[in-house]
């Protein structure tokens, strides 16, 4: 067990080394990147990628719905669907900052290996999020990847995709492996929700259409509602009202429409139902939460 948390201390060390300030920082292999605070958060809700995130240093919780999910180092959260969560860096300080390092996950990479192995497992649960203790072989495969960023460019462009490679090969077959081969295979439950979390993306700020989500992904009324609950923790509708207040918090932040235009262009047609539940997902109306955010500066969209 020793061994395995003097290898964590490497990967924080290569962590530190190319995320040496408080932020997110991507990294020249594409899909990978690095989050570093060096002190606890407060909660963050942001929409977040298929990936997995592998603990270094510290520790953090996320909130799925009702689900809480807490994991520090040594551990790992595997996502695959694309879903708003709440994150909080729990454990943190400036002699030993919270350090994670972050790979989105490359599905078509993630379904030819799986296919290559020759079987998809069905059985497994629909759920789009999972924590896992991090095993010794996934975390040289993980300590690989990040230390090529030492090397030449060229080595990169041939190692990297080989290394991103072992990584999902381990992923899939480790404990949280029956949440990335759903998502690899098109008939599956999840694949399908991932279809209308999709179409509900783009569509946001329309009036929501059961219909079309029904048709897209030829489920009934009843199973389609238990399925995407079970995979987002949410109904299709607290989903899409999620989408709509991130996108008028991000939109506020960038100050480039007054209050109003924002709760009208994500969809709002009620100015004060619009100031309603903005306040009740972020804690305070959008004016008041205006000013909060030009005090915190730009580290409250961290995604941890």
Same mark, same amino acid.
């Given at each position: 067990?020793?061994?395995?948390?003097?290898?964590?201390?490497?990967?924080?060390?290569?962590?530190?080394?190319?995320?040496?300030?408080?932020?997110?920082?991507?990294?020249?292999?594409?899909?990978?990147?690095?989050?570093?605070?060096?002190?606890?958060?407060?909660?963050?809700?942001?929409?977040?990628?298929?990936?997995?995130?592998?603990?270094?240093? %510290?520790?953090?919780?996320?909130?799925?719905?009702?689900?809480?999910?807490?994991?520090?180092?040594?551990?790992?959260?595997?996502?695959?669907?694309?879903?708003?969560?709440?994150?909080?860096?729990?454990?943190?300080?400036?002699?030993?900052?919270?350090?994670?390092?972050?790979?989105?996950?490359?599905?078509?990479?993630?379904?030819?290996?799986?296919?290559?192995?020759?079987?998809?497992?069905?059985?497994?649960?629909?759920?789009?999020?999972?924590?896992?203790?991090?095993?010794?072989?996934?975390?040289?495969?993980?300590?690989?990847?990040?230390?090529?960023?030492?090397?030449?460019?060229?080595?990169?462009?041939?190692?990297?995709?080989?290394?991103?490679?072992?990584?999902?090969?381990?992923?899939?077959?480790?404990?949280? %492996?029956?949440?990335?081969?759903?998502?690899?295979?098109?008939?599956?439950?999840?694949?399908?929700?991932?279809? *209308?979390?999709?179409?509900?993306?783009?569509?946001?700020?329309?009036?929501?259409?059961?219909?079309?989500?029904?048709?897209?992904?030829?489920?009934?009324?009843?199973?389609?509602?238990?399925?995407?609950?079970?995979?987002?923790?949410?109904?299709?509708?607290?989903?899409?009202?999620?989408?709509?207040?991130?996108?008028?918090?991000?939109?506020?932040?960038?100050?480039?429409?007054?209050?109003?235009?924002?709760?009208?262009?994500? %969809?709002?047609?009620?100015?004060?139902?619009?100031?309603?539940?903005? *306040?009740?997902?972020?804690?305070?109306?959008?004016?008041?939460?205006?000013?909060?955010?030009?005090?915190?500066?730009?580290?409250?969209?961290?995604?941890?």
């Amino acid at each position: 067990m020793s061994e395995i948390f003097d290898r964590i201390k490497e990967l924080a060390r290569l962590i530190q080394r190319h995320c040496p300030t408080d932020g997110v920082r991507e990294s020249d292999i594409p899909r990978l990147s690095f989050i570093r605070s060096s002190s606890p958060t407060e909660p963050v809700l942001a929409v977040h990628q298929p990936a997995v995130c592998i603990v270094a240093q %510290g520790a953090k919780k996320v909130i799925s719905g009702e689900q809480l999910f807490k994991y520090d180092a040594a551990h790992y959260l595997v996502v695959s669907v694309d879903l708003p969560i709440a994150g909080q860096v729990m454990q943190a300080s400036p002699e030993q900052p919270y350090l994670c390092v972050r790979l989105d996950l490359d599905l078509t990479i993630l379904s030819e290996l799986i296919l290559d192995e020759g079987s998809v497992d069905n059985s497994a649960p629909h759920q789009s999020v999972g924590v896992s203790l991090v095993t010794p072989r996934l975390l040289e495969a993980v300590i690989r990847l990040v230390a090529l960023l030492n090397d030449n460019p060229k080595d990169i462009a041939v190692l990297a995709p080989l290394a991103e490679k072992e990584i999902l090969y381990w992923l899939a077959n480790g404990d949280q %492996g029956g949440i990335l081969r759903e998502i690899t295979n098109g008939d599956s439950r999840i694949r399908q929700i991932s279809k *209308a979390i999709q179409h509900i993306k783009t569509t946001f700020d329309q009036p929501f259409d059961m219909d079309e989500l029904l048709k897209l992904t030829c489920m009934s009324a009843s199973s389609f509602f238990h399925h995407f609950r079970t995979a987002t923790h949410m109904t299709p509708l607290q989903y899409q009202k999620q989408l709509r207040l991130l996108e008028a918090r991000r939109r506020l932040f960038l100050g480039e429409q007054d209050i109003c235009n924002i709760g009208y262009g994500v %969809g709002y047609d009620s100015p004060s139902q619009f100031s309603r539940e903005y *306040a009740r997902l972020f804690g305070l109306p959008p004016s008041k939460d205006l000013a909060r955010i030009k005090n915190a500066g730009s580290s409250e969209y961290w995604l941890p």
